[in-house]
């Protein structure tokens, strides 16, 4: 069991009523000049984003827009962020929308505090010494980035896709209301589900499984999580089952559950690269890769993966052969993610096989030009991404 | 299901190692001169007490000492921490110990911030505008209080027991090191296991059983706790095992599994006025009245019983009868209160049957002169007080 550290600082306020409290929480947190940063169609269809301005005007708290912010945000946004914060002294961001805006608000953050290029700290070429504070309302539950410190963003010159986890990054406050994710399209949601269980089975999956505690907690959620996301596809406008959804997001990835055992992340890191070069959905592309990524790996705790296969998935146990159990699990989660519409294979992802060339890219990128291995179950190298690669796109 | 807040700040440092840094967490939140805050015996016997001095005086932090705190922390002991704060200008406050020392480091840094007597915070006649900042190293995992918001003084002159509710009392830091529980005597682990579940189960017993996640959380975190309280006592330098007990603890109190639900936490109101007239170790307490709140309450939400006997005991779902069930759970229950060797009746905590004056007395305590009532999934009345502590009696 390792030692640990548990920080998830962020107040969380959750429900029906939570954005009545929106102007009120940022004045709690010191906010007097707010950046109201956001996508674009989704907060601006739904309301949300007129009830948001209105709440600010009518408690005399001005604020600058900026909209536009893409899945897998993008620097060049960040770079807008942090002109229009320091024309407008502003002093408070609010993020309105999904792990992309939250992205985005926290790269913004950063970079107003620091007088070099934000690119520095995704780099590793500079740590932050402070973070302008955010708050956010999470209007679609995936990415997890309310309750994390982490932060990925797309340096659309370069197209690498890189992260820079900080705890001084973390939202003051996250206001969460089930009822906005109603209108989310199924494949969104579905991705979304897949990104949560993810969050929680990159920490899962390690060689520290005599943390009891955290695994009972992380089993339970991978469950719920799984059985809501199936059902919800079936029943959009179920309140239940959205919420466990949506507060399943925060939990699985704000470090409850790697207590005591130490994060993995490779899977994530192999499709950072894969939306980075193809835009495609970060959920969708983590469902395309799991499989090979476990097959590949699984050895090295093969009764980790047997647990799994059990305590999450409901497959019987072969207690003679815990290896046999280990891919009845593997399969049984593919199985889940074509039943809620999601690719178990990059050519089911892409709608295509990819090419040696492209893999190699991949695998290039992934390991920086042959520089760093990935993931802590098995430290993965090119030649072990090249090959997971190679596996998916069978 | 309830809308909810959520908000756990306290940094946990956790596990072998965590103790080399409590200097350096001192100074991080702000400490440059320290009140030393402890019970007595254990944490000087164990030497965690000269630990710290030593590791204190190399950081160069200054620091007044003030032990002596009793289980069921005074108001006298309060008035003295605050007396000595002002004498020496301390700024922060190091709590080493189990609940007692925490709650009443907590009193004593409500105090400083307030011109009157702390006890209104209390006696609910002020609401506390500040309070000083505390970290603590926990050697007592069961009050829960490193983590929560809650905080309970006994005035030694009225022996009322009373607790305060509070965000800004809540710890900037918890140290938990689980080799530091391995000499806690049977008797006091049992008590700590018994109060960390039923700090869960004062969350789990409403009306509002509709948060599937939250459910599955804390019947993971029960199912848990209780395998390994039961196996440590005759293990108790199980690593493994303590580590659970002390993690639980925390996750237990620090609201995670009151999202979406009411919390009840009538059995702990019953028993504050035992252990106010009585002395009587509170986990312990605790086990002699639930059994006979349980019954007495159950029909107020009959599945719910059920669900827990069946989720958390293991008891076999009889599914065409959820009373009996849900009687079968409260037996289990009452069952491991014995093989944990704690009590399941007022006689067998005390070792007498208390006159029907005494539990005149309790019952009036406890109502505050029939002015309150406890409880939320059944609002319990002086009368059903009265009834509760007469069923426990037999």
Not at 3 to 19: I, L, M
Not at 201 to 219: G, K, N, P
Not at 375 to 381: D, E, M, S, V
Request: with cysteine; glycine share 10%; proline share 3%.
């Amino acid at each position: 069991m390792k030692d640990f550290n548990f920080y998830a600082p962020t107040e969380v306020v959750f429900g029906k009523e939570s954005e009545k409290q929106i102007s009120q929480l940022i004045r709690k947190y010191g906010g007097t000049k707010v950046l109201l940063h956001y996508g674009g169609q989704s907060a601006r269809r739904s309301g949300l984003l007129d009830e948001v301005k209105a709440q600010l005007t009518a408690a005399n708290i001005p604020f600058t827009e900026l909209g536009g912010v893409v899945p897998n945000p993008v620097l060049s946004k960040v770079y807008e962020g942090i002109d229009i914060v320091r024309r407008d002294s502003l002093d408070f961001i609010l993020a309105i929308g999904g792990g992309s805006v939250i992205d985005s608000a926290k790269a913004i953050g950063y970079g107003i505090c620091y007088d070099g290029d934000v690119w520095d700290f995704y780099s590793g070429k500079a740590q932050a010494k402070s973070c302008m504070p955010i708050g956010c309302v999470l209007t679609i539950p995936a990415a997890g980035s309310e309750m994390s410190y982490g932060c990925v963003i797309t340096n659309d010159k370069t197209q690498r896709k890189w992260s820079y986890n900080c705890d001084l990054g973390r939202m003051k406050f996250a206001v969460m209301n089930p009822l906005r994710t109603y209108t989310l399209p199924a494949y969104q949601t579905a991705a979304g589900v897949t990104d949560i269980m993810m969050h929680t089975m990159e920490r899962y999956f390690s060689h520290h499984d005599d943390m009891l505690l955290t695994d009972a907690i992380a089993e339970a959620l991978l469950r719920t999580v799984k059985e809501c996301g199936e059902k919800v596809l079936h029943d959009p406008e179920n309140y239940q089952l959205r919420a466990q959804i949506m507060w399943g997001g925060s939990l699985a990835h704000n470090n409850l559950t790697e207590c005591g055992t130490q994060k993995d992340f490779a899977t994530h890191g192999l499709e950072h690269e894969l939306s980075a070069m193809f835009g495609v959905t970060h959920g969708a592309g983590l469902a395309a890769l799991w499989g090979s990524w476990a097959r590949y790996v699984m050895h090295e705790n093969i009764t980790r993966f047997a647990q799994f296969a059990v305590n999450v998935l409901g497959v019987r146990n072969n207690f003679k052969d815990p290896e046999q159990t280990a891919l009845e699990g593997v399969a049984a989660m593919e199985a889940f993610y074509h039943r809620i519409g999601m690719p178990a294979s990059i050519p089911e992802l892409i709608g295509r096989t990819l090419t040696e060339d492209e893999l190699i890219t991949l695998a290039d990128n992934c390991s920086r030009g042959k520089t760093i291995t990935i993931g802590n179950l098995k430290k993965l190298t090119y030649d072990d991404m090249l090959a997971i690669y190679r596996m998916a796109n069978q």
